[in-house]
């Protein structure tokens, strides 16, 4: 599993690896982004479905921070 400082520092966050940050399925992933239930993500069907997780985010949404108005900094 990736800590907080990988996931914040990687390019882009695959959503393999924020499955596992989060201890939850691929599939659990994958649904909840398109059915816009997770704040630190998004997902947009084309041909097929494309996922932008957004890392400083799931970071906060992981500790349960106010992704509103929290900045993460490493």
């Given at each position: 599993?990736?800590?907080?400082?990988?996931i914040?520092?990687?390019?882009k966050?695959?959503a393999?690896d924020?499955?596992k940050?989060?201890g939850i399925d691929?599939r659990?992933?994958?649904?909840g982004?398109?059915?816009n239930?997770?704040?630190f993500?998004?997902?947009?069907?084309r041909?097929?479905?494309?996922?932008?997780i957004?890392?400083?985010?799931?970071?906060?949404?992981?500790?349960g921070?106010?992704?509103?108005?929290?900045?993460l900094?490493?």
């Amino acid at each position: 599993m990736k800590t907080d400082n990988e996931i914040l520092t990687a390019k882009k966050v695959k959503a393999a690896d924020a499955a596992k940050y989060l201890g939850i399925d691929l599939r659990t992933l994958y649904q909840g982004l398109q059915e816009n239930k997770f704040p630190f993500g998004v997902a947009v069907k084309r041909n097929e479905w494309i996922y932008h997780i957004f890392a400083e985010r799931l970071v906060a949404y992981k500790h349960g921070l106010d992704l509103i108005n929290t900045t993460l900094t490493i």
